[in-house]
């Protein structure tokens, strides 16, 4: 997670040993984004939650405090987050 205050605040849904959702996590470093990562796996008040703003369970999920995208293009992450 990167601790730069002037990037969007994000959290991450993710599973263990997710190929996808270590290209997210990657993604978000490479571009200084800062983000909690929640494990929906061994969380379920996370998996809770992730299910509550997509209706679905598929990872990685992007949420901010107004959208939610499920395994998101690269330019939708742009569009969302840069």
């Given at each position: 997670?990167?601790?730069?205050?002037?990037?969007?605040?994000?959290?991450?849904?993710?599973?263990?040993?997710?190929?996808?959702?270590?290209?997210?996590?990657?993604?978000?470093h490479r571009h200084n984004i800062r983000y909690v990562e929640r494990d929906v796996?061994?969380?379920?008040?996370?998996?809770?939650?992730?299910?509550?703003?997509?209706?679905?369970?598929?990872?990685?999920?992007?949420?901010?405090?107004?959208?939610?995208?499920?395994?998101?293009?690269?330019?939708?992450?742009?569009?969302?987050?840069?």
């Amino acid at each position: 997670m990167n601790d730069n205050p002037e990037r969007t605040i994000l959290t991450l849904y993710v599973v263990p040993n997710c190929p996808l959702c270590a290209e997210g996590r990657a993604w978000l470093h490479r571009h200084n984004i800062r983000y909690v990562e929640r494990d929906v796996a061994n969380d379920f008040g996370a998996l809770r939650g992730m299910y509550k703003r997509t209706r679905q369970n598929l990872v990685p999920v992007f949420a901010t405090e107004y959208k939610a995208l499920v395994r998101p293009s690269e330019d939708e992450l742009k569009s969302l987050l840069l």
